[in-house]
């Protein structure tokens, strides 16, 4: 399971972990499994109220690293949002009661090059008081590798979208094995031109559990 989390201030974003140890930066590959299925590494999470519409808080998720328009989601994991209020904006502490936890699960069917070549999504999004299932497909006509799909105030794509992660691959290997300084001067991106898939949701503010928020991505195997 990988897992990283924000705090979210509506409109303000802030930076928080659930853990001991603050997530800081992005992050591809951890450890084999998500080595094996790429689809499965989570690499960012993003949360900002949208600049079209102050009303509506959007969610990015982003896994698999140098992705293609070929690539495809795992249907081995469930990849989830998790919501919690943060009551003392001097702390910015999530909510310890599991039960105010909203949550937003995408899981995904088919894939199968020549047999069901289109992935299916079907979103469960928790509340607390109200669901709401958002289902589609991943290609569609709208998207040459993606799908989207919306229900009861809220808004959900899934598909190949440019990877946003900016690494200075000569930089950071200097900074990573050897002692010398790092030099200042504009960095040139390694990871230009390459893809990830993305999961983006953007859902009604009235929904969601208050105005000061701590939201996790998660990739949970089945």
Known sequence: MKLKALAVVLPVLALLSFSSTDSQASDHVDGLKTALDNAADLTDLYTFVSPKDPTKLVMVLNVHGIASSMSRFSNAVD??????????????????????????????????????????????????ATKQVVRFDTRSDR?????????????????????????????????????????????????????????????????LAG????????????
């Open 79 to 128: 990849y989830k949002f998790r919501i919690r209020p943060i009551d003392d904006a001097t702390k910015l502490v999530p909510a310890a009661d599991a039960r105010r936890e909203q949550s937003m699960v995408c899981s995904f069917s088919g894939g199968i090059p020549f047999i069901d070549a289109n992935q299916h999504a079907t979103c469960t999004f928790n509340f607390g």
């Open 211 to 222: 105005p000061l928020l701590a939201i996790t991505a998660q990739t949970v195997r089945k």
């Open 143 to 207: 998207y040459s590798a993606g799908g989207d799909g919306a229900a009861g105030g809220v808004r959900v794509f899934a598909g190949v979208r440019s990877d946003t992660w900016f690494l200075d691959g000569g930089k950071t290997v200097k900074y990573v094995y050897s002692n010398e300084p790092v030099s200042q001067a504009a960095g040139s991106n390694l990871l230009e031109g390459q893809n990830v898939l993305s999961i983006v949701v953007e859902v009604d503010k009235q929904k």
